[in-house]
């Protein structure tokens, strides 16, 4: 297996290149025009990861995600939602990196076998980072209206969040 492993992507390289040398393809003239497609597709999706960035820092150091756990608190006892799980179930759909920093905060504090801790993990893996994969993919190709994906996939992680939370209370 591990020998598979090693060659498997040189293989591959190398029986594209084959192969369009049996067609009669200029393949290093295509491997440009895909690098300058590339290129081009990198350049027209920085606009709206900056913003999304610039928007993460501030939700953080602003201490709002703090603030609205606390406010909602007494609502999360009633769902059985522990409070140190709020901040991630709102990062989440904006930033993997943001919500992985919860997530051990989360660990460091209550514990991975802790009741917040099961639900901090089964959240992370059931929930998706929506603004960011919408900016990434739809600036890709310069779609600007997202018409029923954004309600969609938000509907999808709020789904995620509920099912966390039903799932580790029934299993643990």
Avoid: Q, W
């Amino acid at each position: 297996m591990r020998f598979i492993s090693v060659f498997a992507v040189p293989f591959m390289i190398g029986g594209i290149i084959v192969f369009g040398l049996i067609k009669r393809v200029k393949v290093y003239d295509c491997f440009l025009e895909g690098a300058k497609d590339g290129l081009c597709s990198a350049i027209n999706i920085l606009p709206p990861l900056v913003g999304l960035m610039v928007a993460i820092s501030m939700l953080r150091a602003s201490g709002i995600i703090e603030l609205i756990s606390r406010i909602l608190a007494p609502l999360l006892k009633v769902l059985f939602l522990p409070a140190e799980v709020l901040p991630l179930a709102i990062l989440r759909p904006v930033s993997g990196s943001g919500s992985m920093a919860i997530i051990t905060d989360i660990f460091k504090n209550c514990g991975p076998d802790s009741f917040a801790g099961r639900v901090a993990s089964v959240m992370a893996g059931s929930t998706e980072t929506t603004f960011y994969t919408l900016a990434v993919y739809f600036g890709a190709v310069n779609i600007k209206n997202t018409r029923h994906t954004l309600k969609s996939a938000l509907l999808g992680d709020l789904t995620g969040i509920i099912m966390s939370i039903v799932v580790c209370r029934l299993l643990f």
